[in-house]
């Protein structure tokens, strides 16, 4: 925190304290979080948006990191029961990379919690991991072969975790 209740994200401009922000504009920045994440992964973010504040402090809120945290150890204990529900529809995960990047996983589940300063852009890429249908975590389809390995995808999020 600097002077005043306003925190700084590594050279980002401000984010001020919670509460803060019109309704409208939380409102917007959960609405647009995909577009906004988007930009911010891109670098083409316009400061002092106050949108983007707004998702820009809630993707650097410990309980929010948490969340993704929770999602990532859930996964590695999906991939080692490498269960199947027949009435449920799933996206196939990729046990076997899963489980053998469970340590870079835990790492960075650890990291998301733990560590005070991090950057926005590895929230995402961890988040995105997760929930991203088209995450090197989710088994290839007919349609489409995964870009990257999961190992790969999971020391980028930490690398972007720290520089930004």
Known sequence: MTGGGIATIGGSPPIPPPGWARPTDRIMA???ARSIDDELLHGSVAD????VLVRRARLLNRRYRSRIAASLRRLIEAA???E???LRPQIPVRDDEVLESEPLIRTLA????Q???VSPRGVIL???LV?????????ATPMRAPAESVQTAVKHARAALHLG
Do not use: F, K, N, Q
């Open 131 to 139: 929930t991203d249908g088209d995450s090197p975590i989710y088994g």
């Open 126 to 128: 961890a988040d995105r």
């Open 84 to 86: 199947r529900h027949v």
């Open 80 to 82: 080692r029961r490498r």
């Open 30 to 32: 959960r609405l647009r």
């Open 110 to 113: 650890d990291e998301l919690e």
């Open 115 to 117: 560590d005070e300063r």
């Open 48 to 51: 002092g948006d106050p949108v």
